[in-house]
């Protein structure tokens, strides 16, 4: 590929991932505003686990569709119409009087947002070559974060002085100008490129290649971590964390945003570090299986450590946030599997089970936590927290063991492929 190429491509990426920003922040938001929501819609843990698992449910269930569109009409398409629906739901969302309106304009943002990863991962994989693509998901990630930045320490700044919703006004206001840079520059593949000249699939070849990606033998394995990695961890850093650190060690809503602000802060940190490290280590997996047995050995301590300093607790979030990164490494093996005609759909599939995983933990983290008798002031007792983290991490450990049994794809291996 030319330089003068390779910086269109780059620009390419770096827009997907600005637009990506409000996908993070609206996802994140609720871990700080969290308690406010449920003082001032009345409602209890079970109703704010299932708002918040509501975006990543209509997030998983627009996957496998999408996947099928980006392998037919191609990512800059199918982010552009799919972002439109993202901004209706945000400003449904921001306008909502009442919880089912919350609950539908998430689920909309859900659906809309869930574009933007693999979206942008596909294009990656068509503009640059393979051993660069875990370097640029993570770039596409990282940039992506501040979106969480955001919805740290500056949403709490700002929601204590004018309220949430006039924050989440602004954001559907960045969210729609992004509909029009995506719409402007993105290209969904270089001059020349196979995908470019090809023939429109029929719907009957569209369902025969998502049945071959999900007959692929190492893909279960892979889904295992998938489904399991970002859903414990998420729960923690995008909806808990932020409850648990106020209600059990006595922070304040800035305090517990600051806490929060260094987890997504050590995650961006994460991403560069993670990121090349495939090409480094030559392997995908043991970093991957590395990366998710240390987070389940952190929310071990935080479940069996009974009482433990404040110190402990912010030392865990925030290392949960750096190890968080290594999830990058599951989606990158996951791509190595599937062919570049089923990169659309292979990846679809992948995340399906990431943002799916993530609907059930944070649906079924709030049962978990409303099963125990609450303080008389309704705030959530530690053993309930405790609780909680040992069961997430009970479910990591098991998801690594199953996933232990895929075969590793290795750069060096892949490039040589490329190659011949």
Not at 58 to 75: A, H, K
Not at 92 to 113: D, E, Q, Y
Not at 139 to 153: D, E, K, Q, R, W
Request: charged fraction near 10%; aromatic fraction near 10%; hydrophobic fraction near 55%.
């Amino acid at each position: 590929m030319s330089p003068q190429l390779r910086r269109r491509g780059l620009i390419i990426v770096v827009t997907l991932a600005t637009a990506y920003v409000a996908s993070h922040f609206f996802r994140a938001a609720n871990v700080t505003i969290g308690l406010d929501l449920m003082r001032d819609l009345r409602i209890g843990p079970e109703a704010l686990g299932a708002l918040t698992g509501a975006f990543f449910l209509g997030f998983s269930v627009m996957q496998i569709p999408c996947g099928f569109f980006f392998d037919r009409y191609g990512p800059r398409r199918t982010i552009t119409a799919m972002l439109l629906l993202a901004v209706a739901g945000a400003a449904i969302f921001t306008l909502a009087p009442s919880w089912p309106m919350l609950l539908a304009g998430r689920a909309l943002m859900g659906a809309g947002f869930g574009v933007m990863l693999i979206g942008s991962m596909v294009v990656i994989s068509r503009w640059f070559p393979p051993d660069r693509f875990s370097t640029l998901s993570s770039m596409v990630l990282s940039i992506g974060l501040i979106g969480n930045l955001l919805a740290t320490t500056p949403l709490a700044w700002v929601t204590e002085i004018t309220g949430w919703r006039d924050v989440f006004g602004g954001a559907v206001v960045f969210s729609a100008l992004a509909v029009i840079a995506v719409w402007l520059v993105v290209r969904d593949a270089p001059p020349g490129h196979p995908f470019l000249q090809r023939a429109p699939e029929s719907p009957v070849d569209m369902l025969r290649g998502l049945i071959a990606v999900l007959r692929n033998p190492q893909l279960p394995f892979i889904l295992a971590l998938n489904f399991c990695n970002y859903a414990c961890t998420f729960t923690v850093q995008g909806l808990w964390g932020g409850p648990f650190l106020r209600e059990v060690h006595g922070m304040s809503l800035i305090a517990s945003g600051n806490v929060l602000l260094g987890a997504v802060m050590a995650y961006q940190l994460g991403m560069l570090v993670f990121g090349p490290m495939d090409r480094v280590l030559n392997t995908r997996k043991w970093i991957a299986i590395t990366g998710s047995s240390t987070i389940a050995v952190v929310l071990g301590v935080l479940a069996l450590w009974s009482s433990p300093p404040a110190f402990v607790a912010i030392a865990a979030i925030v290392g949960i946030g750096f190890l968080s990164a290594s999830s990058t490494m599951i989606m990158t093996h996951g791509r190595a599997i599937f062919p570049d005609h089923l990169i659309g759909r292979g990846m679809a599939t992948m995340n399906t089970s990431v943002m799916l995983g993530v609907a059930c933990m944070q649906s079924l983290s709030g049962v978990i936590l409303g099963a125990f008798v609450a303080h008389p002031d309704g705030g959530r007792t530690e053993l309930a927290y405790r609780s909680l983290f040992g069961f997430m991490s009970v479910v990591l450990l098991v998801a690594v063991t199953i996933y232990g049994r895929a075969a590793d794809v290795r750069p060096t291996d892949e490039m040589r492929a490329r190659v011949t």
